[in-house]
């Protein structure tokens, strides 16, 4: 006779990181990692860093320039660069969004997740490849990329005047669609979400997700958690703060992850 022991896994160990000051050497991080993600998104059209009045935080030129140093630190370890969504201005216009199209190509974002604000520009134009979605069925969009063995997809919803009604399938159940797909090309899967409301938590209860990046013009730093075995972080309003989460994986599940956030300020040059 033999006995079927199931083996409960273990839900990954999270902690957190604020980095406020320093230059940028300092800000990195030697703390041991299998895989970073940098993340961020809710650009609005804005190349450069926020209008606030005290410590302008922020811009796609800090954002690369210090995940150019970061990766170069890293060195041999998987880094991907993503963004949860809204990063043009809302509009389907070319004298806003051009200059976004031009920068983010130039800052090397290997997946940018489409939110709704971005739908209008996005699905009259053929975006180049980082683009992806579950839940925007489009020509040139692609549900899911797979970028140095990690599968990335994202979904968003449809916005408080639903203007992307008709353009949008359900979320979770494009992502239950797609998410066997991933797993069947990749060990670490991330799902990237947009202005997602209370769909967020049920996004994070779905079985096969690593990691969800969730944007929602958050104006604080919230605490990463976990539920089940996904962990889930939520991205700095407009990226004044750049997430950095470092994953360690054993057996192609994530065990551990550091949730590092740094202040793009003037000093990140």
Not at 46 to 68: F, H, I, Q, S
Not at 186 to 207: C, H, K, N
Request: glycine share 10%; with cysteine.
């Amino acid at each position: 006779m033999y006995w079927l022991i199931a083996t409960a896994v273990a839900a990954p160990v999270v902690s957190q990181e604020v980095i406020t000051d320093g230059p940028v050497r300092k800000r990195l991080s030697d703390s041991t990692a299998d895989i970073v993600l940098f993340y961020g998104g809710e650009q609005h059209g804005d190349t450069g860093p926020c209008g606030c009045e005290e410590r302008p935080k922020g811009g796609l030129d800090r954002t690369n320039a210090y995940v150019t140093k970061a990766e170069q630190a890293a060195g041999d370890v998987p880094a991907l660069l993503v963004n949860a969504g809204d990063w043009t201005d809302g509009q389907a216009i070319d004298f806003a969004n051009a200059p976004m199209f031009e920068a983010l190509n130039a800052g090397g974002w290997d997946v940018l997740n489409v939110g709704w604000r971005d739908i209008d520009w996005v699905t009259d134009r053929a975006f180049p490849e980082p683009v992806v979605s579950a839940n925007l069925r489009a020509p040139g969009i692609a549900r899911f990329r797979v970028v140095q063995g990690v599968a990335v997809t994202g979904v968003t919803g449809a916005g408080p005047l639903d203007r992307a009604a008709g353009k949008l399938n359900d979320p979770l159940q494009s992502l239950r669609e797609v998410l066997p797909q991933m797993a069947a090309q990749a060990d670490v899967i991330v799902v990237l979400g947009y202005d997602l409301g209370p769909v967020a938590t049920e996004v994070s209860r779905l079985d096969g997700v690593d990691v969800f990046v969730e944007a929602n013009e958050y104006g604080n730093t919230y605490d990463p958690v976990v539920v089940g075995d996904t962990v889930w972080v939520k991205s700095r309003f407009e990226t004044r703060r750049l997430g950095e989460l470092r994953l360690m994986v054993q057996g192609g599940v994530v065990t551990s992850a550091l949730d590092r956030h740094i202040d793009l300020d003037k000093a990140v040059r």
